[in-house]
């Protein structure tokens, strides 16, 4: 009897005991790979990524989101051109004016010469008013002949206007005219009592536009033209 009892409680020991020996321990944070970084396994992995990257972009290391093929968000910022302060691609040389078998050459030097007037305008590069002196275009048409009080067919002209970076704007004849329009176009050959020059050194200038879009920087030819 004594013997089934000590056979009995050796038994029940052996078994908590193993039982003791296979029961899971306590987890331990263990490393996990990602992508060459090791995180543990107890850290909040919700907001990992979102933290990891929100250091980078801290740290400038975080690449620029993507726009577009080939472009990003930083590219498209840094390549954005200020057209008042982007260089020509062919530097202007002598303005050139042409009506019919007609033409002229005129540089800041020679325009020196002629009478100059000044006008006020808003200036949406520089987001401020800004005064410009020039000749007023109409001085230089009508030395090839354009009419200087035109009338019928006269109207039909209108000039194209062109930089040298090949931006053009287009008038008619009568919008450069002070007999029959109350706007003053001038060839500036001055800004703010200064020769223009990131944008020079001649510009085309039109008062009472709303936007300066027709003005032409690096001014280097003006066609006269007519409507068919």
């Known amino acids: 009897m004594r013997r089934m009892v000590w056979t009995a409680f050796f038994l029940f ?3 908590v005991g193993a039982a003791g020996a296979q029961a899971p321990q306590p987890s331990q944070p263990q490393p996990m790979p990602m992508g060459g970084m090791k995180m543990n396994m107890g850290m909040d992995m919700s907001n990992c990524q979102c933290n990891c990257m929100g250091k980078a972009m801290e740290m400038g290391q975080a690449k620029p989101m993507e726009m577009g093929p080939g472009k990003s968000m930083e590219m498209d910022h840094g390549m954005k051109m200020d057209h008042a302060t982007a260089k020509p691609p062919v530097p202007p040389g ?7 078998d007609k033409s002229a050459e005129w540089t800041p030097a020679t325009l020196a010469a002629l009478p100059h007037k000044s006008v006020s305008v808003y200036d949406e590069d520089a987001k401020g008013c800004r005064t410009y002196t020039g000749v007023p275009l109409i001085d230089l048409l009508t030395r090839l ?12 002209l209108y000039l194209v206007a062109e930089g040298s970076d ?3 704007a287009v008038y008619s004849v009568a919008e450069v005219n002070p007999d029959v329009h109350n706007a003053t176009v001038i060839v500036a050959d001055s800004l703010d009592g200064k020769p223009i020059a990131d944008i020079g050194p001649l510009e085309l200038i039109a008062t009472g536009e709303k936007r300066g879009v027709r003005w032409v920087h690096w001014l280097a030819a003006v066609r006269v033209l007519t409507a068919q």
């Open 94 to 100: 002598p303005l050139k004016i042409a009506f019919g």
């Open 145 to 156: 002949g354009v009419p200087d009080k035109p009338h019928g067919k006269d109207l039909r």
């Open 166 to 168: 090949g931006y053009q």
């Open 13 to 15: 020991g052996f078994g």
